[in-house]
C-alpha cells in the first residue's frame, strides 16, 4: 500500500521502531540508521524482530562524515522517525529546522513520551509513567488493587507508536498534494488520554465515574476475568441485556433474582465473588466448552503461544515463530488477503554499503 515511500529510521527503542516497522508492513522502504555500537541487550541477537522488513545501515551521527550521508539519505526520503528526547536532534544538526532546506517536503514523525514541550517534556519516563500522567491508567485494574495495564500496550504502542503512523499518513498525503513537509509531535501522554475518549463519552449518560469500579466496564461482574480451577483464565464481558441473558442461562443463573438485576452497582461485588466460585469449580476447557458458539462475549485469556494454537487465530494466520518467540502478522488486511509470515529483520548493518553506493559514496 505504502510502495514508493521511503521513511529514514533513527534508532531507539520501543514505540519509535514500532511504528517504523508497521510502515514497512504496509510496504513503504524503511532504513533505519542504526548506531556503530551494539546495545548491551542486543549483543547476543544479531536482529531485532521491530527491524523486520528494513533495510540497515551503521553510522555514527556524531563523526561528520556519517552526518553527510545521514543528511543524503533524509534529502532522499518522504519521512523520518526519531524518538530521542526534545533538543537531541537540534544538537545533532538533523532537528527539523536543519533539514527543511535538504527536503521541504519531509515529514518529520517526533515519537517522545512527554511531548516536545512542556514541564516535562526533557524527564525520562517509561509507558506506565505517560498513561499514568494521561489518565488512561486509571481504570485498569479491580477497587482495590493497584492500577496496571497490559504492557507496552497502552502507551508505547496504542499511544505513541500508532498515533505517531497516523500522524504520519497524514502529513504525507499532504506533502504528495502540496508539496510541504510537517513536524509530526506524537506524545504518549497525547494518544493514551485521546483513546480515552470513547470511554469518557459514556460519562453523559452515567455510565462512566471517577471513582473505579463503579463504571460500567470497569467494575461489574459481567466485565471482568475469572481464575479457572487449573489456574488458567477466562473473560467475560456481557454488556448488552441479550448477550448477559445468554450468559446467565448457559450458568444456570437465569432465574436468579440477584443476577438479573444486572446494573445494580451495590451488587457487583458480591455477585463477582458468586461467580469466582463458580469458574474456579471446573477448568478454563470445560468453560471454552460450555460457551462455545454463543453470543455470551466470554472467551479464554491466552499467552501468545496458546493463542497461536486457538482454532480462529490459526485460521486467520495471526502468529508465526515457535514457544515463546513468536511474531503477529502484519494488520490491518487488504482486500481479503492473509499477509503471511513476517519479513526478515537484517543484522545491523546488513545494508551499509548497499545504500552508500546507491548514494554514490
Same mark, same amino acid.
Given at each position: ?5 521511503r521513511?529514514?529510521?533513527?534508532? $531507539?527503542?520501543?514505540? #519509535?521502531? /514500532? ?13 533505519v540508521? @542504526?548506531? =556503530?555500537? %551494539? ?29 553527510? *550521508? ?6 532522499s ?15 545533532? #544538526?538533523?532537528?527539523? !529546522?536543519d ?13 517522545? $513520551? &512527554?511531548?516536545?514541550?512542556g ?8 509507558d ?9 491508567? &486509571?481504570?485498569? #485494574?479491580?477497587? $482495590? ?6 504492557? %507496552?500496550?497502552?502507551g508505547?504502542i ?11 499518513l ?18 504518549? *501522554? !497525547? ?14 449518560v452515567?455510565? %462512566? ?9 470497569? #467494575?461489574? @461482574? &459481567? ?23 445468554? /450468559? ?10 440477584? /443476577? ?26 470445560h468453560?471454552?466448552?460450555?460457551f ?8 479464554? *485469556?491466552?499467552? =501468545? ?6 482454532? @480462529? ?5 495471526? &502468529?508465526?515463530g515457535?514457544?515463546? *518467540? ?6 490491518p ?8 509470515p ?8 546488513? @545494508?551499509?554499503d ?8
Amino acid at each position: 500500500m505504502l510502495d514508493g515511500i521511503r521513511i529514514i529510521e533513527i534508532e $531507539g527503542i520501543g514505540p #519509535g521502531p /514500532f511504528a517504523a516497522m508497521t510502515l514497512a508492513d504496509l510496504g513503504a522502504e524503511v532504513i533505519v540508521i @542504526h548506531r =556503530p555500537s %551494539t546495545p548491551a541487550a542486543r549483543r547476543d541477537q544479531p536482529a531485532n524482530p521491530l527491524d523486520r522488513g528494513k533495510r540497515s545501515i551503521l553510522l555514527d551521527l556524531k563523526d561528520p562524515a556519517d552526518l553527510e *550521508v545521514a543528511k543524503k539519505l533524509i534529502a532522499s526520503a518522504h519521512g523520518l522517525i526519531e524518538g530521542m528526547r526534545p533538543g537531541v536532534m537540534e544538537r545533532l #544538526g538533523l532537528g527539523p !529546522d536543519d533539514v527543511r532546506g535538504l527536503n521541504p517536503r519531509l515529514v518529520y514523525g517526533r515519537m517522545t $513520551g &512527554w511531548g516536545q514541550d512542556g514541564p516535562r517534556a526533557t524527564q525520562a519516563g517509561h509507558d506506565l509513567n505517560y498513561i499514568g500522567l494521561s489518565g488512561a491508567l &486509571w481504570y485498569s #485494574g479491580l477497587p $482495590g488493587t493497584p492500577p496496571m495495564s497490559p504492557a %507496552t500496550l497502552v502507551g508505547d504502542i496504542g499511544g505513541g507508536a500508532l498515533y505517531l503512523v497516523i500522524g504520519m499518513l497524514a502529513a504525507l498525503i499532504r506533502a504528495r498534494d502540496t508539496g510541504v513537509g510537517s513536524v509530526v509531535d506524537a506524545a504518549i *501522554v !497525547d494518544g493514551s488520554a485521546h483513546m480515552m475518549n470513547l470511554l469518557m463519552s459514556m460519562a453523559s449518560v452515567g455510565g %462512566t465515574v471517577t471513582a473505579r469500579g463503579q463504571s460500567r466496564l470497569d #467494575g461489574p @461482574h &459481567w466485565s471482568r476475568s475469572y481464575r479457572c480451577a487449573d489456574d488458567a483464565y477466562i473473560a467475560v464481558q456481557a454488556l448488552e441485556p441479550k448477550f448477559y441473558a445468554i /450468559f446467565l442461562d448457559r450458568l444456570g443463573l437465569s432465574e436468579d433474582p440477584e /443476577f438479573m438485576r444486572q446494573n445494580d452497582k451495590p451488587l457487583w461485588p458480591r455477585l463477582a465473588r458468586r461467580l469466582e466460585e463458580i469458574f474456579a469449580g471446573q477448568p478454563r476447557r470445560h468453560w471454552d466448552d460450555l460457551f462455545d458458539g454463543l453470543d455470551a462475549c466470554v472467551a479464554p *485469556v491466552l499467552p =501468545p503461544r496458546d493463542s497461536k494454537r486457538d482454532p @480462529h487465530m490459526a485460521a486467520r494466520e495471526v &502468529w508465526f515463530g515457535q514457544g515463546d *518467540v513468536l511474531q503477529a502478522a502484519a494488520a490491518p488486511r487488504f482486500d481479503g488477503k492473509k499477509p503471511g509470515p513476517p519479513k526478515e529483520a537484517p543484522e545491523r548493518g546488513a @545494508h551499509s554499503d548497499a545504500i552508500r553506493k546507491e548514494l554514490e559514496l
